[in-house]
């Protein structure tokens, strides 16, 4: 059953990561997230995505690592180390001859438009809470859960990091997105839970669209 569940769990994966590429390239202009229709196709994606995660840990909630955390002060010196490592290497990427790849996805313009405030709001809850609470339990939680249990703790993050860096369908962003990967799932490793990678996650998220607002 659970080489089932994994299987599901690779093809669902692999099918969003396809979609992404396949669309690569019409990201928008940049206006996305001051727009509402941008915040309500992500709640659909999200809940049918959230839906299929509970699918397949049905009878094995388990997977989902939703456990409290044992040892707050040592899960938050790993997840600030995490933060800390993610946005200094992201800073080295800044300096390559290549396309920013926090700009690449192309969600935000670097202009704020205060009259969709609203809508913007709405948006960053939907990036900052919903995103990384959904993409935790599928990655960090039923994925590494799962691989875990095959090959091990090690290639299980190692894989865990890559499949995460294709889900968004980018490219230049894939630099920063693997490592960050596999920067969430060690924190999910040293935590035993996903409650620190959500956490770390959204900050991430948070970063990403403030700082894209202000270069």
């Known amino acids: 059953m659970s080489r089932l ?60 690592a939703l456990r409290p955390v044992v040892g707050l002060r040592a899960a938050a010196r790993v997840a600030g180390v995490a933060i800390v490592a993610v946005l200094v290497w992201e800073s080295v990427i800044t300096f390559l001859p290549i396309e920013n790849p926090g700009k690449e996805q192309g969600l935000t313009t670097s202009h704020w438009e205060p009259s969709h405030a609203a809508a913007f709001a709405a948006n960053v809850a939907l990036f900052v809470v919903l995103a990384p609470f959904v993409e935790e339990l599928l990655f960090r939680g039923v994925g590494q859960s799962l691989l875990r249990e095959w090959v091990g703790a090690v290639p299980a993050i190692a894989v865990i990091g890559v499949m995460f860096g294709a889900w968004h369908g980018l490219l230049y962003a894939l630099l920063v997105l693997i490592p960050f990967g596999w920067a969430l799932a060690i924190v999910r490793e040293r935590t035993n839970s996903v409650y620190p990678g959500m956490i770390v996650h959204a900050l991430f998220n948070a970063f990403a669209i403030v700082s894209t607002l202000l270069s």
């Open 5 to 64: 569940r994994l299987a599901c769990w690779f093809a669902l994966v692999a099918a969003v990561a396809a979609l992404n590429y396949a669309a690569y390239g019409d990201h928008g202009n940049g206006d996305e997230i001051y727009q509402w229709s941008s915040f309500a196709n992500g709640v659909v994606f999200y809940a049918l995505i959230l839906g299929l995660v509970l699918v397949l840990a049905i009878d094995r909630w388990d997977l989902l």
